[in-house]
Every structure is written in structure tokens, then in C-alpha cells.
Nanobody, 126 residues
Framework: QVQLVESGGGLVQVGGSLRLSCAAS????????MGWFRQAPGKEREFVAA????????KSQTSVKGRFTISRDNAKNTAYLQMNSLKPEDTAVYYC???????????????????WGQGTQVTVSS
């Protein structure tokens, strides 16, 4: 089992920044791909970004490229999502997730993730 706890969400104005953290406990953190997903009211959960086991490869959805950066610190068992230039459409509950699947090319798919955090609310006000 892997337990994931997100933090760092909150209310921010358009153009502002937030840094989300995802603290993991349980099994060996570096064995897992880490992903961030989000779900806005009335919408399906969507992929935001993922980072591979070593932290040397990342991917993100088009709408956040150049604004969001995913990273990880395996020594601290923590993954991060730095969000800059926030927009109202970024408002959502953000979830971190862990996957032990080896198929890096498919890591946008939420059904490949075995463990999920409880989510943290991000609200961008205009």
C-alpha cells in the first residue's frame, strides 16, 4: 500500500502561483510513476502531468505546458506540482496518484494508477 497526502491548494488570483505537494508513505516511492490529475465541478477527472521513476522524464497536458512543472524528490518521498500563470479554468480539485505500471507512454490514463490522494482544492479567482 502507498498512502498519498496532497497539500498546498488554496485560493489564488488570476496569474498567481501555487505549489502542490504530495507526500507518500508505505512502499518504496521511487518504484512509482507519479501523476497529477484534476477534476472540476461537473467534469471528468483529467490528466495534468506525470513524472517517471527517476524524475528525468515528464509529460503534461497541452493546456498546462509552459505553466505547470511536475517534479519529485525521491529522498523526501514527495512529488510536486508548481503551477504558474494560473487561470480560472485551472480551478479544480487536484489529486496526486501513484502507478507501478511500466508503460510510460500510457501514463495519461487514470486507470493505470493504483493509489490516489484525497485531493486538494485549487480555486483561481478573476
Amino acid at each position: 500500500q502507498v498512502q498519498l497526502v496532497e497539500s498546498g491548494g488554496g485560493l489564488v488570483q488570476v496569474g498567481g502561483s501555487l505549489r502542490l505537494s504530495c507526500a507518500a508513505s508505505g512502499r518504496t516511492f521511487s518504484n512509482y510513476v507519479m501523476g497529477w490529475f484534476r477534476q472540476a465541478p461537473g467534469k471528468e477527472r483529467e490528466f495534468v502531468a506525470a513524472i517517471n521513476w527517476r524524475g528525468d522524464s515528464t509529460k503534461s497536458q497541452t493546456s498546462v505546458k509552459g505553466r505547470f512543472t511536475i517534479s519529485r524528490d525521491n529522498a523526501k518521498n514527495t512529488a510536486y506540482l508548481q503551477m504558474n500563470s494560473l487561470k480560472p479554468e485551472d480551478t479544480a480539485v487536484y489529486y496526486c496518484a501513484a502507478s507501478d505500471d511500466y508503460r510510460w507512454s500510457l501514463m495519461e490514463k487514470n486507470d493505470l494508477y493504483d493509489y490516489w490522494g484525497q485531493g486538494t482544492q485549487v480555486t483561481v479567482s478573476s
